[in-house]
């Protein structure tokens, strides 16, 4: 596996909290995604970055933000998390090659 | 944007019978087109991807297919073995130029080996 590591991953949170995913790359690979993955729906982005501080939404944005300060490391956060935001989230990286590599993964359930 | 769509939604084979999963794409510009598996618990893995200067691909007992013209392509498993049994995903990008790679992804197929 591409040296992708997440944390944590697995969080059980309670409604109107505040939740920060991380994604932590060791291939200093540019591009960086955010999905969320639920039954039926396959991967669904979230949101992405093409560089560092360059990043911009994905489909299902509303209610997550995402920060990039340094080339290794993308944040996902989530707000005020809600019960619709329960899911398994995903990171993955890629470079110019356009093959992306998946993280482990973050189980979240939203009380 | 670029829609996805995969068929079936599960897939049940006898055990070295052949599996297809087929995916139609609406984005004319779509231009890299891989397959993951997902294994239950675990990530998605790449096991092969194809691009739009190329009509077929193989790699062992897995090869994939495209038609531009008609913008479908398929995935087709030969000799199906237990440990074939997954989730698998297609997936479509117009490329990191065009679009920072994004994908859009189907909804996957269930497929499952029996002995």
């Known amino acids: 596996d591409a040296g992708i590591t997440q944390s944590p991953r697995h969080k059980v949170t309670e409604t109107g909290t505040p939740v920060t995913l991380r994604c932590h790359q060791t291939?200093?690979?540019?591009?960086m995604y955010w999905y969320r993955q639920d039954p039926g729906h396959g991967l669904r982005l979230i949101h992405y970055?093409?560089?560092?501080?360059?990043?911009d939404k994905g489909e299902v944005s509303d209610g997550y933000s995402v920060s990039r300060s340094k080339t290794e490391d993308f944040l996902l956060t989530l707000e005020s998390a809600t019960s619709s935001q329960t899911s398994v989230y995903f990171c993955?990286?890629?470079?110019?090659?356009?093959?992306?590599?998946f993280g482990p993964g973050t189980r979240l359930l939203v009380l | 944007g670029e829609n996805v769509e995969q068929h079936p939604s599960t897939l049940s084979v006898q055990e070295g019978d052949s599996a297809v999963i087929k995916c139609t794409y609406s984005?004319?510009?779509?231009?890299?087109f891989p397959w993951y598996k997902q294994e239950l618990g675990k990530r998605p893995q790449l096991i092969i991807d194809i691009r739009s200067n190329v009509g077929e691909k193989k790699d062992q007992r897995i090869a994939v297919t495209l038609n531009k013209t008609a913008k479908h392509f398929s995935l087709h498993i030969t000799e199906t073995q237990p440990e074939d049994s997954a989730v698998y995903f297609c997936a479509a990008s117009k490329g990191t130029f065009d679009s920072w790679g994004k994908l859009q992804f189907g909804a996957g197929t269930q497929v499952v080996v029996t002995p």
């Open positions: 984005d004319s510009a779509s231009n890299y």
């Open positions: 291939e200093n690979h540019r591009y």
């Open positions: 970055s093409y560089g560092v501080k360059d990043t």
């Open positions: 993955a990286i890629s470079d110019v090659t356009e093959t992306q590599y």
